[in-house]
Nanobody, 125 residues
């Protein structure tokens, strides 16, 4: 498994932008597909975005499509989540996730076997 560390969370106002990073350990980062999930207060963890090994394929939850962008830099062992036009309902702990395995569903938490500790994003109205 790969070790993942998220950073970049914070408190922002509605309409602001924020960029999250997830740094991975090891030399095989390019073998992992990566994703971002989030867990709003009192709710279950939900899918946000997915990116393939080379970064050529991305998938987004409908709730963030057009506002969030996932990207990766395999040379830096890092995946990013650029969040624009933030809304109060985006408030959550954001987690990055990874797996080297072939997965059926990019949006299911069970598809991933490595998780970061999470970073809090709070959007005030």
């Amino acid at each position: 498994q790969v070790q993942l560390v998220e950073s970049g969370g914070g408190l922002v106002q509605a309409g602001d932008s924020l960029s999250l990073s997830c740094a991975a350990s090891g030399r095989t980062f390019s073998m992992y597909v990566m994703a971002w999930f989030r867990q709003p207060p009192g709710k279950e963890r939900e899918f946000v975005a997915y990116i393939s090994r080379a970064g050529s394929v991305t998938t987004y939850a409908d709730s963030v499509k057009g506002r969030f962008t996932i990207s990766r830099d395999n040379a830096k062992n890092t995946v990013y989540l650029q969040m624009n036009s933030l809304k109060p309902e985006d408030t959550a702990v954001y987690y990055c996730a990874a797996t080297v395995n072939r997965i059926r569903s990019v949006s299911q938490t069970a598809s991933y076997d490595s998780w970061g500790q999470g970073t809090q994003v709070t959007v005030s109205s």
